[in-house]
């Protein structure tokens, strides 16, 4: 546990380099800072958040309740970019030899000096990391929603204004459609998707099956009150979904939709 503790810290700091540029910023401010306000937040605090954080009785304690995946989080109260900004714009101040309040512009020759070193620092923050869209965990957004496309499709195309409606969703499509319509339900959601939390739902075990079976699937779906089941359109399915009463509703997006008749569908 210890070393994946130190292993988080070390991923949430990225290179490296942005750690020495914290550290030397808190030294700077520990010796120039005098308002006790702003030690509090640039200092006290980060020392102490700093000390729990590597504190193995607390990691224990943390680890034990909501697992190691989520405890670099702890690391998001740190001030870190703050810090480094708030230190390099006052050495640039004192490189300009004023106490002029924030915001107003430097003059003569050290102005110039001051804006050189601020461009500087600036620079140097930033090769300190790398590109965040480089990341494979990065893809360019669909739409405004940031959610896939066939989500806003499919949820576009059963809403029905005025009420909920309770949907089936393949496992892929299970973290989106909350995000985007507060109206389309689920039986289940993307706590199915998190395979430590160790969830277990009979439904969501029949829609993964590699050929699915509709006479185990369709009573597991009325079971639940769905109205609409969707399958991805290249699904094998064992088992005509017309011979169980289903109505092909719609495709979009590599998606085909089902409407069960059988759970009623009051629109208002």
Known sequence: MWRDVIELFQAYMGTGMIVIWYMISLVYLWINEKRKDLRILFLYFPVILLLVYFNPLFAGLVYRAAGGEVYYRILWLLPVTLTIAYACVQISRRIAGTQAAPG????????????????????????????????????????????????VHICDEINVPGREVMAVFPMELLPYVRQYSPVTCMPYGREMTVERWGYYHPLAEAMEQEIISLETLVPLVRQAGCHYCIFREDQKLQGDPEDYGWVEFGKTDGYVIYRDPATELVIP
């Open 104 to 151: 107003s512009f430097f003059h003569g020759k050290e102005g110039l000096l001051a804006d050189l070193a601020a461009l500087s620092m600036a620079g140097a923050v930033a090769v300190s990391g790398s590109l965040i869209y480089s990341s494979p965990l990065f893809s360019r957004a669909e739409n405004l929603y940031h959610v896939p496309d066939s989500v």
